[in-house]
């Protein structure tokens, strides 16, 4: 993804102390087109454990940077957005994270721009949001506003990966998908459909004009596939070959000799029974 806007983010995590949580972290990154990893002093860091946690990642795993201060880690960024969800006394660049989404991408543009997470326990101290250049906020229930740290990166990594355009792709497909119905597969459904409903009297007192103008609205609405188009087709000819077999069932075999209720002929007495 070397062309696409998010190839000049970076997620940055100051003094990060639970491994897992790290590896929670690339595993979003990965999800959401990031590559780019740098850490400040972290707790811990085993390259096998984390990729054993978050699988498929040793890319952003090997080329992740290490640094000793936060001032160092985003030292050649243009654009520096903490996040934090504590009320501060000092009045900052406050924002939640959707706005902050496409001025982050704007300033990536023109180079490295850094989206900073604290420690799990405390988040950034103030001294770290000083190096930032705003923060952002993601709106939660205010009796329980802590996330914990890779869903605050998944939830912010989310936003850049909408508004970035990488969500404009077409919907997954199941494997059976036959793509849609033409004009005439649609036109045998109504046909099939339609005699099979006046097989079983279905329209009765109503209009079948009526009645079919209503069906085609909404299985057009549906924007059925050709299976189901086909589907419905042969619904409405089971209908009409049911009946079809219930009549021949129910009707007269001309081969079969009739029951008129009176005894049946026992031809000529046998020898026996003359006296």
């Known amino acids: 993804m070397s062309d696409s806007p998010l190839s000049n983010v970076v997620i940055v995590l100051d003094e990060p102390q639970n491994l897992v949580n790290v590896a929670g972290v690339i595993r979003a990154m990965k999800n959401m087109g990031l590559s780019q990893l740098r850490v400040v002093s972290p707790g811990e860091w085993d390259p096998w454990r984390i990729t054993g946690i978050a699988h498929r990642t040793e890319d952003i795993v090997e080329n992740t940077q290490h640094h000793h201060s936060l001032e160092e880690a985003v030292a050649d960024c243009v654009l520096v957005v903490g996040t934090s969800a504590r009320p501060r006394a000092a009045q900052r660049n406050y924002d939640w994270a959707r706005p902050w989404a496409p001025r982050i991408l704007e300033r990536a543009a023109a180079g490295s721009v850094a989206l900073v997470f604290g420690r799990e326990d405390r988040g950034l101290s103030n001294e770290a949001l000083d190096r930032c250049d705003g923060v952002a906020i993601i709106p939660t229930d205010p009796e329980y506003s802590s996330l914990n740290l890779a869903q605050a990166c998944l939830l912010l990594a989310y936003e850049l990966f909408l508004a970035a355009g990488e969500a404009q792709r077409e919907l997954p497909r199941g494997k059976r998908y036959t793509g849609p119905a033409t004009r005439q597969e649609m036109e045998l459904m109504f046909r099939a459909l339609e005699?099979?409903?006046?097989?079983?009297?279905?329209?009765?007192?109503?209009?079948?004009?009526?009645?079919?103008?209503?069906?085609?609205?909404?299985?057009?609405r549906a924007e059925p596939e050709r299976q189901e188009a086909g589907l419905m087709q042969a619904l409405g000819f089971e209908i009409q070959n049911y009946l079809d077999r219930l009549e021949q069932r129910s009707s007269p075999d001309p081969e079969r000799p009739q029951d008129t209720g009176k005894p049946a002929d026992s031809g000529p007495s046998s020898p026996s029974a003359q006296g």
Request: no cysteine; hydrophobic share 40%; proline share 4%.
């Open 195 to 220: 005699g099979g409903l006046e097989r079983i009297d279905f329209f009765n007192a109503r209009s079948p004009e009526n009645v079919m103008r209503t069906f085609r609205t909404l299985l057009s």
